[in-house]
């Protein structure tokens, strides 16, 4: 059974950058796309961006010159950073698996999430 | 970006009844050259993350119950409940992958 379980400092400064580490296990990390999604609280669903393996990634738009997303196939985990956060970016912080085929596509496992809150 | 617009923003349904929610796309997410529908839906509690009811706008996810449904194409989307149980109070959330990731801005049900 695969499990995914986000990790990170709950707190982040304004204009400092967040990072979150996605572990997986019971999966190899290898032949699958995984994305970040984030839900500010007591809102809806935003797509954050992809990583496979180490050969492709992808960025929404709205946030791609503040992200990035990193693999450790080693450690069978993945990682986003965001970098000048604000207010805005408090959200819990969801890593999810994609398929294998398809860059864009639903997300089959997700982890519990984490709360990130930005303030000073 | 796709835009996602779901339809009602809540709803309360009787137990055994019929909840129909509804997810229409601002632009067509069928994809012409392998006929399917880039769309899925998802079931969200609270505290809990997302689960994966649909995807290809009508093929159900691993385990989920038959009384779930998906229907539609293009640009108008339906995710059906056949027979309500309590245990489906939830948010539901559409979601395309056409392009860029967009979700819709949830439907919340509740047992009326």
């Known amino acids: 059974q695969v499990q995914l379980q986000e990790s990170g400092p709950g707190l982040v400064k304004p204009s400092e950058t967040l990072s979150v580490t996605c572990t997986v296990s019971g999966g190899s990390i290898s032949s699958y796309y995984w994305s970040w999604i984030r839900q500010p609280p007591g809102k809806g669903l935003e797509w954050i961006g992809y990583?496979?393996?180490?050969?492709?990634?992808d960025y929404n738009p709205s946030l791609k010159s503040r992200v990035t997303i990193s693999v450790d196939t080693s450690k069978n985990q993945f990682s986003l950073k965001l970098s000048s956060v604000t207010a805005a970016d408090t959200a819990v912080y969801y890593c999810a698996r994609g398929t294998t085929a398809y860059s864009r596509s639903w997300f089959d496992y997700w982890g519990q999430g984490t709360l990130v809150t930005v303030s000073s | 970006d796709i835009v996602m617009t779901q339809s009602p923003d809540s709803l309360a349904v009787s137990l055994g009844e019929r909840a129909t929610i509804n997810c229409k796309s601002s632009?067509?997410?069928?994809?012409?050259?392998?006929?399917?529908?880039?769309l899925a839906w998802y079931q969200q509690k609270p505290g809990q993350p997302p689960k994966l009811l649909i995807y290809w706008a009508s093929t159900r996810g691993s385990g989920v119950p038959d009384r779930f449904s998906g229907s539609g194409s293009g640009t108008d989307f339906t995710l059906t409940i056949s027979s309500l149980q309590a245990e489906d109070v939830a948010v539901y959330y559409c979601?395309?992958?056409?392009?860029?990731?967009?979700f819709g801005q949830g439907t919340r049900l509740e047992i009326k």
């Open positions: 979601q395309q992958y056409y392009s860029t990731i967009t």
């Open positions: 632009q067509s997410v069928l994809y012409s050259s392998n006929n399917k529908n880039y």
């Open positions: 990583m496979y393996n180490r050969g492709s990634s």
